[in-house]
């Protein structure tokens, strides 16, 4: 997970790393009660990159032109991505710029001290410049002063660098961070240091452990971001597209293959999500049931989805209450499925696959389920009847259910 720059900034500004005096902007009146001076530079809070050459980041010297110009970038898509904010930062005369970031390294299962004395770096020549320092044990201004050196730094330049680079591990430390990186870092006329920009890549099993890291995640899912950087944050553990088609899978690997033989046989999936795990955004523990009937609530609600594809395979814990969760999730919508009987292998009670809903609001459900130990929860399903009345449709192969889903999710868009 990523955060935009006025985040990481405010995190920056929390620890003691030095920034730029700045103010964020929801509107472009707000800059009429700007509380920094001018000249300023407006930045768009987006997590495409490439803003600078898109024109997402403008100078201005004046309100009139800052209005004007925020204005424009409000309205200024990059990479399909329109910002909701934009940071009004007070303008910086810079002599000199450094790269610094902190990184996981996986290979060692170390975190790595990175420098460089240029901040537009061509990381196909990056390992000729890059400096490097392993924390190989408990960390201590030692290994930042290393690095700095590393780059040639001396005197009270040399000790400023430390200071950020200290502060920059114990942030990294403190929030369980994958990479925390300053881009560039800037040095004035008077050798003060401030961070120009910077970026941040949580952890995201961490995220779980930091309620408010868990808070800006709901508000990142809740805006429906998929961008990217940051495609598999949100309420799930899975990926978010606009098909009609919600899949619903007991491992990252039975998800993907499932959305893939969606997508082959000409479907359009929808929101995907693995159970298997808690979702990222979780703070208290959770069941696998929970989940599901989570999932079924969320997916019913979104008035996208027309199919709810579900492929489970090997085991599932407590598959007989599982079963009994989805009967009860369609017996407390009793009203919202039409009047057309039961399905089960593919067949229907009373008139083949008119079974499924005709105009009813939730989505069909079609239900595989692969393995010896969830054979219970299948006969369950089977002689599941509600009425005569349900709309749930129990295959066997993942080939015919995947058919079945998207035959249906074309009926429904005819419709």
Request: proline share 4%.
């Amino acid at each position: 997970m990523e955060l935009l720059e006025y985040q990481v900034k405010e995190w920056f500004g929390k620890i003691g790393i030095p920034v730029l005096p700045s103010q964020t902007i929801d509107h472009p009146t707000d800059l009429k009660r700007l509380q920094i001076n001018y000249p300023i530079v407006l930045k768009s809070q987006i997590y495409a990159g490439g803003r600078a050459k898109a024109g997402g980041i403008r100078f201005v010297e004046t309100t009139i032109d800052a209005i004007a110009a925020a204005q424009n970038i409000f309205n200024l898509s990059i990479y399909g991505e329109l910002p909701e904010v934009l940071l009004a930062e007070t303008k910086y005369n810079i002599e000199q710029e450094f790269y610094l970031a902190i990184v996981l390294d996986t290979a060692v299962c170390r975190p790595i001290l990175l420098g460089c004395n240029e901040a537009d770096i061509d990381w196909d020549e990056a390992g000729e410049k890059m400096q490097h320092v392993v924390v190989e044990e408990r960390f201590s201004p030692f290994y930042a002063r290393r690095l700095a050196l590393k780059m040639g730094l001396q005197g009270t330049l040399m000790q400023s660098v430390s200071n950020v680079i200290e502060k920059m591990y114990q942030l990294f430390i403190e929030k369980d961070l994958d990479l925390v990186e300053i881009n560039p870092l800037g040095v004035d006329s008077s050798g003060q240091v401030v961070a120009l920009n910077g970026n941040v890549s949580i952890n995201e099993r961490a995220i779980r452990r930091h309620p408010d890291i868990a808070v800006m995640a709901r508000k990142l899912a809740s805006r429906d971001i998929s961008k990217q950087t940051n495609g598999k944050i949100g309420n799930w553990d899975g990926t978010q597209m606009r098909g009609k088609i919600g899949i619903l899978g007991n491992g990252a690997g039975s998800v993907m293959a499932t959305l893939d033989l969606v997508v082959s046989n000409g479907g359009k999936p929808g929101v995907c999500l693995n159970l298997r795990h808690a979702f990222l955004t979780d703070t208290i523990p959770t069941t696998f049931n929970s989940r599901l009937q989570q999932a079924l609530q969320i997916l019913a609600a979104d008035k996208s989805i027309q199919v709810i594809l579900i492929n489970f395979l090997g085991s599932i814990p407590q598959a007989t209450e599982v079963a009994e969760l989805i009967a009860n999730f369609i017996h407390k919508q009793p009203n919202q499925f039409s009047p057309q009987g039961f399905i089960t292998n593919g067949t229907n009670s009373t008139n083949g696959n008119k079974g499924f809903r005709e105009g009813c609001s939730l989505p069909n459900l079609i239900i595989r389920l692969a393995g010896s130990d969830l054979d219970i929860a299948k006969k369950y399903l089977s002689n599941l009847t509600i009425e005569g009345e349900s709309p749930i449709l129990l295959v066997e192969s993942l080939d015919n259910a995947v058919a079945q889903a998207v035959k249906l999710s074309k009926i429904s868009a005819k419709k």
